[in-house]
T-cell receptor
Framework: DTGVSQDPRHKITKRGQNVTFRCDPI?????LYWYRQTLGQGPEFLTY????????KSRLLSDRFSAERPKGSFSTLEIQRTEQGDSAMYLC???????????FGDGTRLSIL | GDSVTQMEGPVTLSEEAFLTINCTYT??????LFWYVQYPGEGLQLLLK?????DKGSNKGFEATYRKETTSFHLEKGSVQVSDSAVYFC??????????FGPGTRLSVLP
């Protein structure tokens, strides 16, 4: 169990640029979640995958956001035409199944200049 | 849908004081309950869990008991340390449902 890893840890970019984050879940976990967290708040659900299928997307996930999980392994979250309001910590978590604990990565902190 | 309520804090304690952070939930059936801790600049770490009524989860001196009759899962520690300063999240997971997190409670422990 090597844990959930996220890359990069920090991303600074100019408004209007595209960014992509990567998440590598725990290998035997078939569910993968993306969350957004702003300062002083709890994690806000964005989307989740069961294997390679994206089963649910939050209303927070505007058309500028897209997530993939090819082959049911790692996942990427892309934000196009970044805006100031996208500045946040983006967290990834994986889980084995219902009623099991989610395991989180350390997150990617996005700062928009 | 399922929901979690917890005291929002912030909570400020002196070192070696007793800690209680209240958490109550609303859910159908028998969810699993969790406490997570988040240190600055890091992701959430699982602190403890309980999967059925009357289960007691414990880790690093922290404890919480799954109380079905009061739908509660309060976090306790007998003697807090400065290193316990962090944000604590109560959460639940139910069949066919996504994880539900409480709003988090910031704990500051002063030397």
């Amino acid at each position: 169990d090597t844990g959930v890893s996220q890359d990069p840890r920090h991303k600074i970019t100019k408004r209007g640029q595209n960014v992509t984050f990567r998440c590598d879940p725990i290998s035997e976990h078939n569910r993968l979640y993306w969350y957004r967290q702003t300062l002083g708040q709890g994690p806000e659900f964005l989307t989740y995958f069961q294997n390679e299928a994206q089963l649910e997307k939050s209303r927070l996930l505007s058309d500028r956001f897209s997530a993939e999980r090819p082959k049911g392994s790692f996942s990427t979250l892309e934000i196009q035409r970044t805006e100031q309001g996208d500045s946040a910590m983006y967290l990834c978590a994986s889980v084995r199944g219902d009623r099991q604990p989610q395991h989180f990565g350390d997150g990617t902190r996005l700062s928009i200049l | 849908g399922d929901s979690v309520t917890q005291m929002e804090g912030p909570v400020t304690l002196s070192e070696e004081a007793f800690l209680t952070i209240n958490c109550t939930y609303t859910a159908t059936g028998y969810p699993s309950l969790f406490w997570y801790v988040q240190y600055p600049g890091e992701g959430l770490q699982l602190l403890l869990k309980a999967t059925k009524a009357d289960d007691k989860g414990s880790n690093k001196g922290f404890e919480a008991t799954y109380r079905k009759e009061t739908t509660s899962f309060h976090l306790e520690k007998g003697s807090v340390q400065v290193s316990d300063s962090a944000v604590y999240f109560c959460a639940l997971s139910n069949y066919g449902q996504n994880f539900v997190f409480g709003p988090g409670t910031r704990l500051s422990v002063l030397p």
